[in-house]
């Protein structure tokens, strides 16, 4: 038969291969990807990468030789044209078919587009592969002034790369604050001071209009504010799940593709992990959740692959998740949302944490440039062990302490 199919190279595919060999399976693992080489981490696209701290050597999940010494058949530069669930095999765009045991669908996400005119002009970049990467990288060497549509965190990412390069750097944000989906607002105003200081502009509650610029980009229009003038723009407003391949094939889609607990699909002869999957999380009160993040990659893979090795397990990891910005490194463990109580721990700033509580609850840690706090966090929250907001924001209370010996 046609053993273990991954569609995607990212992340999680690779993780998937990896961790089916580490789990003793012995027959073929198949991992097909649209994009040319060996897989590779994203993360460092937005930060070391366009600084030139690494290459694309550096950004290289393995060796070359891993996959031929672990048995893994990376299929690079095709692409999954369709999915037939009875006859259990992917259609190749070339025509071909694959068969599999069980398909893996790992097939992430792709930028949101930004749908305004002007849009497609030379110079609007978008970032999240290493092609896109390679064109930015190119363009900032030519440009003083840019602008960032989108104060998420690959938008606030390339804003710190252009400030420490002393480009003319403006962030403009439709909602009222920066990250506003993804931390509190005290954590929101500590992290726009600093890209402040840093001498980036940021503009909230500003709605584009349109990308400036005839034969290339000069700006970016504000609805009654005026035009940004840039002579780069990069559009970062999120990413939209990759599930058509599944949708078509009659997967129940949800924010994504739809999955249970054991990250299985309403077939169970497919999986889905990663970026595309939304799955009921317990750090959600039992919501489903779509994540985007290397760690749910990276732990879904590994849930997938010891189900397929006979040690079946619920997903329950804790989800975490990391920025780096220039000076800052931002952690967050646990899930919130807007209404959830914050406590600060230690003066916003340069260095604090805020955790979060629901119902008295302890559901989540937000942590600038406190890698401890964020790894207490992580641990709390994985064993359920909750602390008092006056325990959290007592200066003097032992976290180190009281993890060890309550988680």
């Known amino acids: ?63 070359p030789g891993y996959y031929a010494e672990h048995g893994l058949t990376i299929r690079s530069g095709e692409r999954v044209a369709a999915l037939d669930r009875a006859a259990q095999r992917v259609e190749l765009a070339s025509g071909e078919r694959l068969p599999f045991d069980h398909l893996v669908l790992a097939t992430g996400a792709r930028n949101r587009p930004l749908p305004v005119p002007g849009a497609d002009l030379p110079g609007v970049h978008q970032l999240r592969s290493l092609a896109e990467a390679d064109a930015l990288k190119a363009a900032l060497a030519g440009v003083t002034r840019v602008a960032v549509v989108g104060a998420g965190f690959i938008g606030l990412e390339f804003a710190a790369v252009c400030s420490s390069k002393g480009l003319s750097v403006t962030v403009i944000e439709g909602l009222d604050r920066a990250l506003a989906r993804a931390v509190s607002p005290i954590m929101a105003g500590a992290i726009t001071a600093s890209h ?3 001498g980036a502009r940021l503009l909230f509650g500003a709605q584009v ?30 990413v939209l799940p990759n599930q058509d391949l599944a949708e078509a094939a009659g997967l129940p889609m949800g924010n994504g593709i739809e999955v ?49 090795t006979g040690r079946p397990a619920a997903y329950t990891a804790v989800p975490w998740f990391w920025s780096d910005q220039g000076p800052l490194k931002l952690q967050i463990a646990g899930l919130s949302t807007p209404a959830d109580a914050a406590v600060t721990r230690g003066a916003p700033g340069a260095s604090f944490s805020v955790f979060r509580y629901r119902e ?44 060890l010996t309550s988680a």
């Open 209 to 238: 209009e349109a990308i400036a610029g005839r034969e290339r980009a000069t700006g970016v229009v504000i609805r009654g504010g005026g035009t940004v003038e840039a002579d780069l723009v990069l559009i970062g407003i999120g």
């Open 1 to 63: 038969m046609g053993g273990i199919v991954v569609v995607g190279t990212g992340q999680g595919g690779f993780q998937l291969g990896a961790s089916l060999r580490e789990g003793g399976y012995q027959g073929p693992v198949t991992l097909i990807g649209d994009e040319p080489g060996l897989p590779y981490g994203r993360p460092p696209l937005s930060k070391a990468y366009l600084m030139g701290k690494t290459d694309a050597a550096g950004l290289l999940l393995r060796a």
């Open 360 to 403: 008295g609850r302890l559901v989540c840690v937000e942590s600038l440039n406190r890698p401890a706090d964020h790894m207490i966090a992580r641990r709390l929250l994985q064993a359920g062990t909750s602390l008092s907001p006056e325990q959290a924001a007592d200066p003097g209370f032992d976290l180190k302490a009281f993890a």
């Open 260 to 308: 249970d607990a054991m990250l299985s699909t309403a077939d169970p002869a497919v999986s889905a992990i990663g970026d595309c999957a939304s799955h009921p999380s317990p750090h959600a009160d039992g919501a489903r959740v779509r994540l985007e993040s290397v760690q749910n990659a990276v732990d879904g893979a590994r849930c997938v692959a010891a189900r397929l």
């Open 196 to 198: 402040e200081a840093a």
